[in-house]
Every structure is written in structure tokens, then in C-alpha cells.
């Protein structure tokens, strides 16, 4: 009995001995990151890094659906696991009050990020609380939601003389968000099997709130006041209430089925000729331009989101930083990675793999904005972008938009303005229950 | 005789030989499920429990604050929680009472002598062979209305199965029947093939109807064995997760359970969460004891 007792204890001993000799290993770097294109093309840049200095890089990856769990188990966990993470812009509130991710405060100011990096990432993507000069991040991967369109079916001279027809103006790229509801509906045709838009329906992330941020900001809507965390008035503003009318309207003209949409299903309508225009981050547009991965390669265009009403023009933002985590027992040999990372070439080259690198000398580049067609609108975009909360509690403010939002959009549950006055007071209680404005 | 076979060891066998008691081959086999137990259930069962009264979050340093009943009194008059409930509910008698009758049905059918029954019963065993995840990828598949074959082979021509708000918990459901029937099926089937003969001759003799040998013969004798396969698929159903998760979002579908995984893993309100999964236990806990007390009643008869 005793003699197997400790056996199996001298062979989990080994198991365990074994799993971690190989993380403790000398001179490697792991990076933890969401399972999609530019992750292959960071690991390619990586490679690129152990070449030169024999640090191997491996970046790890997991569907975008559990990146978020997988992450902060890890954290509160303190596990070791991860060096580094490409963490969301939602997280910085989590990841610096937890205490997982390193303050980066000296590195960004020896290294004067803020004037190297592009204004909005360094908001959004490296800041935390806003404006108070503590810097979680390394804005890694620039990314907003853009929109991608059929440029064969808005080029149909019969399409624009129909369209000229029935609504007075020449159809072209949508110059506010009125012209997207019009060709949205416009190329609406159940019979032929073609409809007029995909967008961003999906209730489980921030799927959801990506898609109407798009809409609300356009329209000068506001989700509160980012330092006094009053909700009250803004997010149920007439503005936002018109907003979530008008992205509402949108929904009726998606393809069958359109209900728990998010970046996947947004770039099928375009790959199987579902829809005119589909909304989308920058991030996914690589594969629209590739013949393999979209028959109608060719036939695609992009747009920056249109201004509303008011003619504010704003988009929602995506993209992430990288963070080094607080447990990695290679603290020193990361923030050597990040000190090569942040050289103007190896943005160059991040840029040239397919990166969107958020320097903003590069951006501004003619050589990056001619590289591919999105590139211009991807450059226009990133100057006019707005984020959702980034404080620690943001995935219940999610939630609670969620839980408002899904049923009034797919359900026609209740009018807008309900909606959003049930919003602004769940999230008003959301914010005193951590202490927030008071 | 039982007792006495188990406490005592065959004075010729091996292990006797080797000088071990039936005391410590009790303790061999025993003691380390018993630990097994403490490690990975009693005690993360307690630990939550403390858990429930406070108001940690696993995601950030602050000290976990004792609440009291706080978070019991919240999610109880939370109404989302409250319709997380319903839905679970309505999920489980649709499911439980669709397997109960396509299961039994098709036990009663094969439950004679046919040729390639081994063949036929194995094959149609394979759904609940499959891995949740994998059976809800391909229904999802099987919905689609652009290209399901779902509306294709009904003639649906778009029907919206999964974004239908109304539609997408039946649609859940249905999939679930499709799954789990079988283990209905397997469960009558060996209560059916245990009924005597006899009993069936005897009401020939008495010319007793078909409807009337069901009723008074097959189903009162085959009813214990129906029950425990309702107490498993009941408690089964109450905590389904993976396949309503991976189906739709819609939150007209939203199981009790899903409602508990976005709390504790996607806000990480682990305080309040370990409090919804002790109310959560504690209705299945009720809900198989009533079962239970039942099945003995059944069993008396």
C-alpha cells in the first residue's frame, strides 16, 4: 500500500517536474493571443526575432469565443504559462487593478510611445484609468470595424439607374447612414436569394455593442461620460435612441438566420454572395482581398463607417495591445522583445505581413496607405474611434447591454427609448456597486 | 451469504497469501476514491459555499468582503434569473417527455423478433455516442436556413429555426431528443425484454386487448426502470450547457446554466455565481429526491 502510494506520487512529481521544465526552459518567449490571421502573422514576425537573437517566440492561440476565460483563468490563476498577451482593449482595468499585467509606465515614457504610436491606441489600448499617464500595453494590433462592400453590384449600370429611380441619388459608396439603409434595402431581395447588409448581431461578447457603437457614435450618441461614469442621459439620449432605431432597421434587411452574427458569418455574406455590404474589423478584411479564401476577391470594396445625421463620423474600435504578464518568470527577456518590437522597422515589417501596426509614422506612410485597398479607410478610421468601458467590471456592462439590446433588436421586444432607459439604469447600478462616480 | 462473502477473504486466494487482510483490501480500494471525492468534490462544495456569502471576484486583488445573504437576495429577485428558471424548465418536460415517448415507441417497436436487430439497435445508439460540442456544430448545420437540409427536406424554404425567438429553445430541444432518445430506448428496452412471457399468455388466453396488456402488463412492469431513466435524463437536462451554448444566443434559450457560465467565467462574479450554483443544486437535489421517493413507491407495487 505505501510502496504504491508513493509511486503514483513520485510519478505525478515527474509529470509535474517535466511540464514545467519545459516552460522553464532558456530562452523562449510564449505569447498568448486569439486563434485568427494576424497571430500567424505575429508568430511569422516572431521567427523573424529568433533569427536575430535566438529567443523562439511561440505564439499560442484559442477561439476568440473562450480567449477571454481562457486568459483570466490563467491570471487569477498567477500562472506562469504566458509571457506575454494580446490582450483586448476591454481588459486593461481587469489586467492593471488585478495586478496581471506589469506597468509599462517607464518603458512607454523612455521610449516616448505616445508620440510614436498613433493617438486613439494609445487611449484606448495602453491607458488605464484614461488620462492618468499609466500604461499597461504596446498598441500591437490597430484594428475598428470598417465595412466591405460588392463593388460588381454597385457598379450594374441597370442596378444604378434603378437605384437613381427609386431614391433620387446615384448609387455609390453610402455617404452617411441614410444611404446605407437605402442600398441596404435596395439590394434587399429575399426571391433572388441576395440581401442587403450583414451586421454584427451575436449576444454573447461584445459582438453586440461593437455593431450598435457603430451607429450610436455616428450619430453624436455617447455610452457616458468616460471620467464621471454618468450613463444617465447619454446612452438614452435622443441621439443613441435614434442611433439604436437606425441600426435596428438595418437588421430587417440581413440575410435569413442573421441573429447570432458576429466576424465570421459577416465575411460569409460577402464570400457567398449573401449580402451588398457587410460590416466587419479591418483585422478580417486580409481574407476578402485572397481569391482562395473569397471567390469574389476582385469584386470587393471597402469603406470607412459612414457619418450620421449630424455628419459626426466615428467607429467603433477593435485591436489589442500586448501586455507582459505580471507571473511570467521572464519579465526581462519580454521587455527585450517589446524594445525590438517598438523599432520603426519591425513595424515596417509587422505592416508588410499583414499586421496593422499602429505606429503612427508608418500609417501615414504612402507605401502603407497604397499597400492594400482597406489601407487608406483603415488610416482615416483609426483617427475617429471610440471604445467601450475599459473598467475591470466591463464583461456584466456587456452583459447588461446585451440583455437589453438582443431582445429589442432580434425580438421587437419594446420601443428604443425603453431599452435604453432600462440600460442606463442597470448600468448606473453596475457602476455604484463598485464605487464608481460617487 | 452476501455480507459474509465480502468481509471475509479466501483463506487459498493470492491475496491472502501475500499476507493482506480483508480490512486492507477494503481500504485499497476504497480509500483513495473516497479522497478523490474529498479533494475534487467535498471540499471545493464547502469552499464555494463560503464563497457565496461574499462578494469576491477571482479576477482582481481585492479582499473578498463578507455580504451575508446578500447575493441569495439579489439573484432571487433578479428577474432574468427568474426566467433563466422558467426556461430550464419548459426545456426540461419538452426534452424529457419527447426521449420518454420517441425512446419508449421505438423500444416497443424493436422489442420483437426481427431480422438485424443487434445491427439496428447498435446503429441506432450512435447519437448518444457523439460528443455534445460535435452534435451541436452539425445541427447548427442542419438549421441553417440557406442551406440546411432541415428546410430543404421539409420544403421550410427559410425558416428560421435557431433565430426564431420563439422557435430556437424547440429547435434545442429537438436536437436533445434526437440525441438522448437512444439511452431511453436502451433502458426500456432491457425492462421490456425482462417482462415474462407468461404474463402475455395468459392475457391471450383471457383475450385481453392490446391496449389493455400495455396498460396492466408492459408499462406498470417496465415503469421502474422508465423512472430512473427519467431521473437521469432530468438531472442531465436541468444542467445542459454545451448544446444550447454552441446552437444559438438567442435569451429566450438561455438555460440556467448558461446564465452561470457567463457569470462565473466571462464577469467573474464568483461570489455570486458559486451562490446561483448552490440555489441551482439545491432545486435538482428536490427535484431527484421527489423522483425517488416515487421510484420506491413504483417499486413497491
Keep these: 500500500m505505501r510502496k504504491l502510494v508513493t509511486s503514483v506520487l513520485a510519478g505525478i512529481g515527474l509529470t509535474l517536474a517535466c511540464g514545467t521544465s519545459v516552460y522553464a526552459q532558456e530562452k523562449s518567449l510564449t505569447i498568448f493571443w486569439a486563434e485568427w490571421d494576424p497571430a500567424n502573422y505575429l508568430q511569422e514576425l516572431g521567427n523573424e526575432y529568433e533569427k536575430e537573437t535566438g529567443v523562439k517566440i511561440t505564439v499560442e492561440t484559442t477561439p476568440w469565443s473562450d480567449f477571454q476565460t481562457k486568459a483570466f483563468t490563467e491570471f487569477n490563476a498567477h500562472g506562469d504559462a504566458y509571457d506575454l498577451v494580446v490582450g483586448d482593449s476591454q481588459w486593461l482595468g481587469a489586467g492593471s487593478t488585478g495586478g496581471h499585467y506589469v506597468d509599462l509606465t517607464d518603458f512607454f515614457n523612455k521610449y516616448k510611445l505616445k508620440e510614436v504610436m498613433a493617438p486613439a491606441t494609445v487611449k484606448y489600448y495602453a491607458e488605464y484609468p484614461g488620462n492618468s499617464g499609466k500604461y499597461w500595453a504596446i498598441p500591437l494590433e490597430g484594428d475598428a470595424v470598417g465595412w466591405s462592400y460588392r463593388k460588381d453590384w454597385f457598379e450594374d449600370p441597370k442596378e444604378k439607374e434603378a437605384f437613381k429611380a427609386k431614391y433620387g441619388y446615384d448609387l455609390d459608396v453610402p455617404k452617411d447612414f441614410k444611404a446605407l439603409r437605402d442600398i441596404a434595402e435596395f439590394f434587399y431581395r429575399p426571391d433572388q436569394k441576395r440581401y442587403g447588409i450583414a451586421i454584427y448581431t451575436d449576444n454573447s461578447y461584445d459582438a453586440m455593442a461593437m455593431g450598435f457603437e457603430n451607429a450610436l457614435f455616428s450619430y453624436g450618441g455617447e455610452l457616458g461620460d468616460y471620467s464621471t461614469y454618468k450613463v444617465d442621459g447619454f446612452i438614452n439620449s435622443d441621439k443613441a435612441v435614434a442611433a439604436l432605431d437606425a441600426y435596428k432597421e438595418l437588421y430587417k434587411f440581413t440575410p435569413p438566420g442573421w441573429a447570432k452574427s458576429f466576424f465570421v458569418e459577416d465575411n460569409q455574406a460577402i464570400t457567398e454572395n449573401l449580402a451588398a455590404m457587410s460590416m466587419n474589423y479591418f483585422a478580417f478584411f486580409p481574407s476578402l482581398i485572397n481569391e482562395a479564401s473569397n471567390p469574389n476577391a476582385k469584386n470587393t470594396g471597402f469603406f470607412a463607417n459612414p457619418p450620421g445625421p449630424g455628419g459626426d463620423q466615428f467607429a467603433a474600435l477593435g485591436g489589442q495591445g500586448i501586455s507582459i504578464v505580471s507571473y511570467s518568470q521572464k519579465q526581462d527577456e519580454a521587455m527585450k522583445f517589446l524594445e525590438w518590437f517598438i523599432k520603426d522597422e519591425t513595424q515596417k515589417k509587422w505592416a508588410a505581413l499583414g499586421g496593422y501596426t499602429c505606429s503612427a509614422a508608418v500609417l501615414k506612410s504612402a507605401e502603407f496607405q497604397n499597400a492594400t485597398p482597406y489601407n487608406k479607410a483603415f488610416y482615416e478610421t483609426m483617427f475617429k474611434v471610440k471604445d467601450f468601458w475599459a473598467v475591470p467590471e466591463y464583461a456584466e456592462l456587456l452583459q447588461q447591454l446585451n440583455q437589453r439590446v438582443y431582445p429589442y433588436m432580434i425580438g421587437g421586444e419594446g420601443t428604443a427609448k425603453e431599452t435604453l432607459d432600462a440600460l442606463a439604469a442597470d448600468w448606473t447600478a453596475t457602476f455604484k456597486k463598485y464605487g464608481r462616480g460617487q | ?301
Excluded at chain 2, 127 to 152: C, E, H, Q, R, T
Design chain 2, 1 to 301: 451469504m452476501a455480507t459474509t462473502m465480502i468481509t471475509t477473504l479466501d483463506r487459498s486466494s493470492r491475496a491472502a497469501a501475500r499476507g493482506l487482510s480483508d480490512i486492507s483490501i477494503r481500504n485499497l480500494f476504497i480509500i483513495p476514491t473516497v479522497l478523490f471525492l474529498i479533494v475534487f468534490n467535498i471540499f471545493p462544495l464547502i469552499y464555494s459555499l463560503g464563497y457565496s456569502f461574499t462578494d469576491f471576484r477571482a479576477s482582481t486583488n481585492a479582499p473578498a468582503n463578507f455580504v451575508g445573504l446578500q447575493n441569495y437576495r439579489d439573484l432571487l429577485n433578479d428577474p432574468y434569473v427568474w426566467s433563466n428558471f422558467a426556461i430550464t424548465a419548459k426545456y426540461v418536460i419538452i426534452s424529457v417527455a419527447g426521449q420518454l415517448l420517441v425512446g419508449f415507441g421505438v423500444a416497443m417497436l424493436l422489442n420483437r423478433d426481427i431480422p438485424l436487430k443487434g445491427l439496428l439497435t447498435t446503429l441506432l445508439l450512435l447519437p448518444m455516442m457523439l460528443s455534445m460540442a460535435v452534435v451541436g456544430l452539425f445541427w447548427k448545420l442542419l438549421y441553417d436556413p440557406s442551406f440546411g437540409i432541415i428546410n430543404y427536406a421539409l420544403g421550410l424554404g427559410t425558416f428560421e429555426w435557431l433565430s426564431d425567438p420563439k422557435m430556437a429553445l424547440y429547435a434545442v430541444a429537438l436536437t436533445d431528443i434526437w440525441m438522448w432518445s437512444p439511452f431511453v430506448m436502451l433502458l426500456s428496452l432491457a425492462g421490456l425484454s425482462a417482462v415474462p412471457k407468461h404474463l402475455y399468455e395468459a392475457a391471450a388466453i383471457d383475450r385481453a386487448g392490446p391496449f389493455y396488456t400495455f396498460f396492466r402488463i408492459t408499462l406498470p412492469l417496465v415503469a421502474p426502470i422508465l423512472m430512473i431513466a427519467v431521473i437521469f435524463r432530468t438531472m442531465e437536462a436541468f444542467k445542459t450547457f454545451d448544446l444550447a451554448y454552441i446552437l444559438t444566443s438567442q435569451p429566450t434559450t438561455e438555460l440556467i446554466s448558461i446564465r452561470l457560465y457567463k457569470m462565473a467565467f466571462q464577469e467573474w462574479q464568483t461570489g455570486r455565481s458559486c451562490a446561483l450554483a448552490y440555489i441551482v443544486l439545491i432545486m435538482v437535489l428536490a427535484i431527484t429526491n421527489i423522483y425517488v421517493k416515487y421510484l420506491n413507491k413504483v417499486k413497491e407495487r
